[in-house]
């Protein structure tokens, strides 16, 4: 079981951002960094060293697939698991975002009480 202290959450929506964080860090006692684009996400994975990302799909700019294979292409984020989040939860969508290598994926909205289990469940 991998050991999760701190974890990586990216959405550019302030709301999913707030709540989030609060299940993160309240009902999964994780220390929690917030990024709200890919390319925050790129440079606070690298400084951070996060356990776990938390990735939304759908982000203007850079979105979450894109997001994914740079970080997979840094040193420092290029083993983390990552977990991507999505209102559209379809096999085929699913399929795709496993094949890249992401541990699973989360359809949002999430609850936040039991968002910290679903998580724990995903990473080995």
Do not use: C, H
């Not at 929506?13 to 996400?41: M, N, P």
């Amino acid at each position: 079981m991998a050991t999760i202290q701190k974890v990586l959450l990216v959405d550019d929506e302030d709301d999913i951002r707030t709540i989030g964080q609060l299940s993160l860090s309240r009902v999964g006692k994780w220390q929690t960094v917030l990024a709200s684009s890919g390319a925050e996400a790129l440079e606070k994975a690298a400084t951070e060293v996060p356990d776990l990302i938390l990735l939304d799909v759908m982000m203007p700019g850079m979105d979450g697939p894109t997001t994914f294979g740079r970080l997979r292409a840094q040193a420092a984020t290029a083993n983390t698991p990552i977990i991507f989040m999505t209102a559209k939860i379809q096999k085929q969508e699913v399929a795709r975002y496993l094949e890249l290598g992401a541990v699973g994926v989360i359809g949002k909205p999430f609850d936040p009480m039991t968002l910290p289990q679903e998580i724990r469940k995903l990473v080995p």
